[in-house]
Nanobody, 124 residues
């Protein structure tokens, strides 16, 4: 069982940067691929970025690949999502998800463990 806890969300103004963290409870964290998704009110959950279990591969949605960066620190059992030049349309609940020995899957159904989410609100 893997427990994930997102943090770092909040209310920010458009144009600023924000880094979200996803901390995992498992001691085998280095064996899990991690992805970030988001869901805005009234919209479907959207894939943003994924990083492989070994950190060697990353994958991004076209809509965010210029502004968002995913990274991981296996020593801290944490994955990060750095978001630059935030826009009001980035407002959503952001979730991290984990899957065992996964590289960079983009479908939510490929992930077995999910965090509770952290709210990001970007004001104009």
């Amino acid at each position: 069982q893997v427990q994930l806890l997102e943090s770092g969300g909040g209310l920010v103004q458009a144009g600023v940067s924000l880094t979200l963290s996803c901390a995992a409870s498992t001691r085998t964290f280095r064996n899990y691929g991690i992805a970030w998704f988001r869901q805005a009110p009234g919209k479907e959950r959207e894939f943003l970025a994924a990083i492989s279990w070994d950190g060697g591969s990353t994958n991004y949605a076209d809509s965010v690949k210029v502004r968002f960066t995913i990274s991981r620190d296996n020593a801290k059992n944490t994955v990060y999502l750095t978001m630059n030049s935030l826009k009001p349309e980035d407002t959503a609940v952001y979730y991290c998800a984990a899957a065992y020995l996964t590289r960079t899957r983009i479908r939510d159904v490929d992930y077995d463990y999910w965090g509770q989410g952290t709210q990001v609100t970007v004001s104009a």
